[in-house]
């Protein structure tokens, strides 16, 4: 018998697929907490480093900056379950997908931001779907 | 699951989602009328793209909340999250911002919002768990 025909076969696909979706979440986490800490220490910094051109744009900065924190936080369950809260993964795919859109269309400095954000959700997606598949092939 | 867990459940739900609708009467303003909703507050006005991406994110946050009132047991944790940090750190950030930093007092809504639907949801969450721990 051929070993992908196995349960603890797939069983091992399944935990590697969860392990490299769940890393793939915690970079991307981890980068947007210090990407708020960031806009929340020293948001005229940051604006200036991306060319965000703005007179005095620290407040709402700072506000990005908190409610990306936040936005992680609130992203804990479905880092440490994947499989079992599908909901925070499925909801925070479609956010990273929005916020990216959004700053690629208003281009100029948001440009990098929009393609970090875009870069993560597809990746996200793909891990996800991955390891979706792998974790019904351990359901026979 | 008792009757009085179940209401505890109910009233959690509700206030969740009476909050998620209130943060929803702020996302749209800030994305579609930036300069009216801060005129409304009597807050400075500022390039509205920035305006326009924080009640993006204040809509995303919402949406985040929104999975604990579908299934509080198997969504716990967001409820919990819910208020520890998001809700609670939401209002001490705009409390500091405004005493401390010398904000414009317009940002007090956003600490009224928050303090009161972390402090209710907190309440209800505390008395599902009392009815849970003794067993009833």
């Keep these: ?140 | 699951m008792s009757e009085a867990r179940a209401v505890w459940v109910k009233r959690h739900t509700w206030i969740v989602r009476l909050g998620i609708v209130v943060n929803f009467a702020f996302v749209i303003p800030l994305m579609l009328f930036p300069e009216w909703i801060l005129a409304l507050f009597k807050l400075p006005p500022e390039a509205s793209l920035w305006v326009r991406f924080a009640g993006l994110l204040l809509g995303l946050l919402s949406i985040f909340y929104v999975p604990a009132t579908v299934d509080i047991d198997r969504y716990r944790i967001v409820a919990w999250l819910a208020v520890f940090p998001s809700r609670t750190a939401g209002a001490l950030f705009f409390g500091a911002a405004v005493l401390l930093h010398g904000h414009p007092p317009g940002f007090l809504v956003a600490v009224l919002v928050d303090a009161s639907f972390a402090l209710a949801s907190l309440y209800c969450l505390l008395q599902i768990v009392r009815i849970e721990r003794n067993g009833a």
Excluded: H, K
């Design chain 1, 1 to 140: 018998m051929n070993d992908a025909l196995t349960l603890s076969w797939s069983q091992a696909q399944a935990a590697g697929r969860e392990r490299t979706y769940r890393r793939t979440l915690a970079v991307n986490l981890g980068l947007n907490v210090i990407l708020g800490l960031v806009l929340l220490v020293a948001p005229v910094w940051f604006a200036g480093l991306l060319g965000l051109g703005a007179a005095e744009p620290a407040a709402w900065f700072r506000l990005w900056g908190v409610a990306l924190i936040f936005l992680a936080a609130l992203y804990a369950a479905g880092l440490m379950l994947p499989t079992e809260t599908r909901v925070p993964n499925l909801v925070g795919i479609g956010e990273r997908t929005v916020t990216g859109i959004v700053c690629l269309v208003a281009g100029g400095g948001f440009l990098l931001l929009g393609l970090y954000f875009v870069l993560f959700a597809l990746l996200l997606l793909v891990g996800y779907y991955r390891l979706f598949q792998a974790e019904l092939a351990t359901r026979p």
